[in-house]
């Protein structure tokens, strides 16, 4: 009996602290939504607290939440986990502007086939600055393209932000690899979401970047295909090159404007093309390789134990 009681009362607890719990997750939401409309003009309070963004439970620097949206597939195994990441760096409003219009997208037209985490904003300390201009660096003063853990960072990271930018504050490092709760909550995300692929949005070079395996897109819409190379502790040398996770960087043409809306549709359509062509078709040809190997193997196996009698009798 005592028992009994015990546990009512705890559920009798739990029930009683889950509102207030939801009521701060929604004025976080809520107070989040309208920084973002002050900054955004395309992208208003209401619409952004439709969204129903999902609290991480991690914070930037200044305490901001860090949001995502899930999209799951119909099937139980999607064909691709797609990491999808915006606002990386602050000051290129339409990087954020528009995952969150490919959000609406997704909600009017998820085929289903994809599993899906999308990231708005990944440094809202850097685009949220009230009431100054945007940066581009984190609160701290790092860029987080800088601050992921490439094996060179220790050696190449410092001294390429000394010698080779000058001490460029834009494009400062951070004090150690993934010093910053941003970049730190990301590489949480690759162990944790396990994605197939990560598409990462920039402005305003205009084109198409990518790196790590698999064949990059000749072009999305109307950006070309441009090998940039990578940096020390950019996401591309760590996410790419380091951990193999294909990673498509999307360089919109301007940071403060969008594209057309044609444009945008060309983007989004050809980038679920490249993930279907190739991302998706080679891994299941490599599982079908692999199945193919073992049964082969297996079928080895068994021919050995019936000729060892004969040979050993
Ligand atoms: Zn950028």
Not at 53 to 75: E, I, K, Q, V
Request: aromatic share 8%; charged share 25%; glycine share 6%.
């Amino acid at each position: 009996m005592l028992i009994r009681t015990r546990i009512v009362a705890a559920a009798a607890g739990i029930w009683l602290c889950l509102p207030a719990f939801a009521q701060a997750e929604s004025s976080e939401v809520s107070d989040f939504c309208r920084r973002v409309d002050v900054k955004l003009s395309s992208v208003g309070k209401r619409e952004c607290v439709e969204y129903d963004l999902t609290h991480s439970g991690a914070y930037s620097n200044n305490d901001t939440p860090l949001f995502y949206r899930d999209f799951g597939p119909m099937d139980e195994k999607p064909r691709a986990r797609v990491l999808l990441v915006g606002g990386i760096h602050g000051d290129e409003y339409s990087s954020t502007t528009i995952v969150f219009k490919w959000l609406k997208h997704l909600e009017r037209h998820n085929h289903g086939e994809f599993q899906w985490r999308v990231v708005p904003v990944l440094n809202p300390d850097g685009l949220l600055r009230p009431p100054r201009m945007s940066q581009r660096m984190n609160a701290n003063g790092v860029d987080l393209n800088r601050n992921f853990p490439s094996p060179d960072w220790e050696t190449e990271a410092p001294r390429y932000w000394v010698e080779r930018t000058r001490k460029n504050k834009r494009r400062y490092p951070g004090p150690a690899a993934l010093s910053e709760p941003e970049s730190r909550w990301l590489v949480e995300q690759l162990d944790s979401f396990k994605p197939d692929a990560v598409i990462s949005i920039h402005a305003p070079h205009g084109i198409v970047d990518f790196d790590g395996p698999r064949v990059p897109p000749a072009r999305l819409g109307p950006l070309d295909l441009r090998l940039l190379g990578t940096y020390p502790g950019s996401m591309g040398r760590y996410i790419g090159l380091h951990r193999g996770i294909p990673l498509l960087t999307v360089e919109l043409e301007s940071a403060f404007s969008m594209p057309t809306r044609d444009d945008m549709e060309l983007i989004w359509d050809d980038t679920l093309v490249w993930i279907e062509q190739h991302v998706v078709l080679p891994r299941l040809a490599e599982e079908e390789k692999a199945r193919s190997l073992a049964m082969q193997a297996e079928a080895d196996a068994a021919n050995d134990d019936e000729v060892k009698p004969a040979l050993w009798p």
